[in-house]
Structures are given as C-alpha cells and as structure tokens.
C-alpha cells in the first residue's frame, strides 16, 4: 500500500527534490499559526510553557492531557505519533526560550533550587511545535502520518493594546485617552499629567524639553495606573519599550488639538511622533509577524481584575471588548485583508486561586465580559469561540478552611516568598456581571503562589487546569 504515494509521485521526485518537498507537505503537513494573546500578566509565557511541556510528556506516554488523549484514541490504541520543538532555521524573530521558562519552573535558577515564575517578556519570541498524527482511515496508510506545524508567537501583554490605537489618528486617540483619563479611578494617578496639560498650549512652538517632561509624566501616569490594576493603557511601548528602547518617536503624549496645528508647533511635532508610532507598530508587529494567525487564545486575568475592584475590571473588561473586535478575524480587519481566524478560545486564567466549586461561576462572568466583545465581532457573534477556565500551572490545592464561623471552600498555596503553604478564600465570585452591591471599593492582588517544582529532564509534563479542553476546542478539525 505505502507504494502507492511513491508511485504517484515518482514524475515528481524526477523534476526535483524542491517540487517533491512541497507536494509532500502541501499532503501531509497543516501549519496552524497560533496567537496566544492577552493583555499584560495575563499569562501567555506560562501558558506557551506548560503546553508545550505537557504535549511533549503526552507524546513521551504520560497522561498528562487527557481530553486530547481521549480524541486521538482509536481502536484503543494512539495516534499520536510524536511531538517535537522544531529546529530555529532562519527565523528573523528572537527564539521562545522555553528551555529558560522550563529552567526557571524546575528550580535550576535560583540558588536554594526553588521553583519561579518565568520574567516579563521584553521582545518578541517564536516557537514552532510539530505534532506528528496517524490518520484513522484507510487513506492514511496509504500516505503515512500528518504533521501539525503549531506556530505560536508570545510578546510583551502591553503592545497588544496599540491593535486599536494604529486605526486612529492622532486627535481621535487624544480625545478618547483623555476622556478616560478624566474618570475618577484615573484622574488621581494622572494628576500631575493633567495639571501639565492645563499649561501646555499644542499651538505654541515646539520646545523639545516641555514635550519631553510631558511624555514622561504621561508615562509615570500609566506606570501608575498598571500598578493599580488598570489595563487600558496605551501606547504599549511606553509601559514596555521592547529592545530598541528609547527612540525618539516614543516621545509623545496626548493632548486636544483644537483644529490642525500649525507647522513647527508642538501639537505638530506630537501628531507626527503618533504617526511615526502607529506606522512603525504596523509595520514591525500587526502586520508582521501578528499578521498571519488563524487561531486565537485569548487569555483573561479575570480574576486579577476582579480583585483589583470595580475600575480595573471594568477597564480589562472594556480592553477585551476593544480587542475582540479589532481581533475578531473578518477579512479586511482594519483595513488590511488578512485570514480569518477559524477558531478562538477566550479562557480565564490563574483558575487555582479559586477551588472546584467556584470554577463554574467563573466561566459564567468570562462569558459576560466576553459577550460584550464579541456583539461588536466583524462577522458576528460567537462562531468558532468557546469559553474555557484554566490554569496553566496548577500551584494550589483545594482544601477547606473555617472563616467567620463557617466551613469554606479555599484553595491552598505557598505564597511566593514565604515557605509554608497557606489556605486562600478567594471570596464570592459572581457567576455573571457583577452587580451593583458586589464592589467594596477597596483594591487588593491575587496572591502569587510559588509554582509547583516541576522536574524538567522526566518529561512528566506540568500540573494544569484544562489545557486539554482548550486545545482540543482549537485543533479539533485537525485531529
Ligand atoms: N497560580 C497561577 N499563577 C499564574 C498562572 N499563570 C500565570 N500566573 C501568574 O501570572 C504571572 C504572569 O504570567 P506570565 O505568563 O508571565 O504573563 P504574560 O502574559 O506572559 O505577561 P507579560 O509577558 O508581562 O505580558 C506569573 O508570573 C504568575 O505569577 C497559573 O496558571 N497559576
Ligand atoms: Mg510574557
């Protein structure tokens, strides 16, 4: 049987190795590009890590994803044919340092061999995944095994929300930045900022060193904002400037122009550094490499955001909307055709924090803020999305615990720093928008939980919290 292939393709292999190779991948292998995104912190290097690691241990025999097992079982046996980390070649992108992540994680970093949580990412990273598949029909033996080429790309959370700012102008985006930075939950962190602007007359003529105080209070007043779980912040590259640092186009602010500025002012000079801005982000990363993706992970602190009180959940909740619509996969996005993205998976992250029991309300109140993007979605609703409560790394168990008189569901962690573990009562979370009654107006963190150690050369994969669910909610056509 195997020979038919061969035959077929004898004509081929005569005209030349190169014709060969393409026919033969153009049968055999899919190559997916897989965006895992989200804003800042929401947990794409953990997640890019755990994956990649638990697929390998699945490919090594371990059990380690079982409803992707599940789908790739036939006649009681597997077809799943192996899994690997493809080779760099030539790509022009920084590599994903998953042997650093997985370093770090295993505790072969730090000096008393304790687990950590891999650094912010400053740069662009690419890694390709390669799963390798038996077909389940009679074809298959004809042609041998698939190949499932995952392309995944991870970046810097920050930039992700310059998606909306490229299709703005200037003025436009001015408006709508200070309009926002007028609400009560901003207006004291940028008080400074906004003081500034009362004097700053865009009409007057440029002083390179005002303008430069401006961007840098502007600057402080976002790196304020983040520090209070504030999410809607842009530009990206002023909280996070990737590796070419400080260039002057970042030296900008927003400021209201009251009709064009003349030449030679310094309203001018602010819209042409916006200009520069939103051109070389274009450019260097949404039409770049961002650009091909069909698929989507869309990851959500919602947890985060819910802890850190009314105004920073609503502005992650109105972030995600902002993006689910500029991300939302119609031809024609923003002006630039690009592929539909076939399918997407929002999920709520860091899900250990809260026990069994309350994960089920999470994924309710994921499907409010969702729903909220989503209408605005080109092309529509929710086709080809689905709703997902995960934690990459599960760093807690759950446990009970009384509080205030009552027997409570918590969860049990080790906070980071210290070394013994401690119950946490993540308190109510409510299976929907929160209500009225819900805020108390009080902001506090989630707790970091030190990561479990995972033993990195055993290749026995990482504890999680439905990555499996996700996965095979992305690939499923393909298995
Ligand atoms: N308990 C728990 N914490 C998590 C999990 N995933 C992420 N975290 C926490 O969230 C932090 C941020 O995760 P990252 O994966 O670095 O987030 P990111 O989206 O890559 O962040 P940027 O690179 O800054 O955009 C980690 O350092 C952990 O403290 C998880 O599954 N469980
Ligand atoms: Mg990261």
């Known amino acids: 049987m195997a020979g038919l292939l061969d035959t077929l393709s004898a004509p ?15 049968v055999n292998e899919e190559r997916i590009h897989l965006a895992v995104t989200g804003l800042s912190r929401a947990g794409k290097t953990v997640f890019i890590t755990s994956l990649v690691e638990n697929l390998l241990a699945l490919a090594g025999g371990r059990d380690t994803l079982p409803l992707l097992r599940a789908r790739l079982e036939e006649g009681g046996a ?53 799963i390798v598949l038996e077909r389940g029909s009679a074809l298959g033996q004809v042609l041998g095994p698939r190949r499932i080429r995952l ?17 703005m102008s200037y003025a436009g985006w001015a408006e709508a930045v200070l309009a926002r930075l007028r609400t009560p ?4 962190l940028a008080a400074e900022f906004l003081r500034f602007l009362d004097l700053f007359d865009p009409a007057a003529p440029a002083d390179e060193a005002l303008v430069r105080r401006g961007h840098a209070l502007y600057r402080a007043a976002l790196e304020a904002m983040r520090g209070r779980g504030l999410r809607y912040l842009q530009p990206g590259r002023f909280l996070n400037p ?25 309203g001018a000079l602010l819209a042409s550094r916006f200009e520069a801005y939103r051109a070389e982000m274009r450019a260097g990363f949404f039409e770049g490499p961002f650009r091909d993706f069909d698929r989507q992970i869309l990851l959500v602190d919602v947890l985060g955001a819910l802890h850190a009180g009314r105004a920073a959940f609503e502005d992650t909740a ?25 399918r997407v998976a929002v999920v709520a992250t860091k899900a250990d924090h809260v026990p069994a029991l309350r994960r089920e309300a999470l994924r309710h ?16 609703g929710s086709d080809g999305v689905s709703l997902h409560v995960a934690a990459a790394i599960h760093a807690t168990r759950d446990d009970k615990a009384r509080l205030g008189g009552r027997d409570v569901e918590v969860v049990l962690g080790v906070p980071v720093g210290e070394d013994r573990a401690r119950p946490y009562f993540v308190g109510d979370v409510p299976a929907g928008w929160p209500p009225e009654g819900f805020w108390g107006g009080e902001y506090f963190e989630l707790p970091v939980f030190r990561p479990p150690r995972i033993e990195a050369d055993r290749g026995v994969g990482v504890p999680h919290i439905g990555l499996d669910g996700i996965l095979v909610a992305l690939l499923e056509d393909l298995l």
């Open 12 to 26: 081929l292999r005569r005209v030349g190795g190169a014709a060969w190779g393409a026919v033969e991948r153009a």
């Open 78 to 130: 597997s077809r799943l044919v192996g899994v690997r980390l493809l080779p760099a070649g030539s790509l022009a992108l920084p590599r994903f340092d998953h042997a650093g992540h997985v370093a770090a994680l295993a505790g072969r970093e730090a000096p008393d061999s304790s687990a950590h949580w891999p650094a912010r990412t400053e740069d662009l990273a690419a890694l390709s995944l390669e």
């Open 151 to 167: 392309d995944i790309l991870d970046y810097p959370g920050e930039w992700l929300l310059d998606l909306p700012l490229i299709g």
């Open 185 to 188: 939950a901003r207006a004291g």
């Open 242 to 266: 990737g590796p070419r640092g400080e260039v002057p186009l970042l030296w900008f602010f927003p400021a209201a122009l009251r009709g064009a500025p003349p030449p030679g002012s310094a």
């Open 318 to 342: 109105d972030a995600i909307a902002d993006l689910c619509r500029g991300l939302g996969g119609a031809p024609g996005w923003l002006g630039w055709g690009r592929p539909a993205i076939k």
């Open 365 to 380: 109140l994921l499907r409010a803020v969702a729903e909220r993007g989503l209408e605005g979605r080109p092309g529509g």
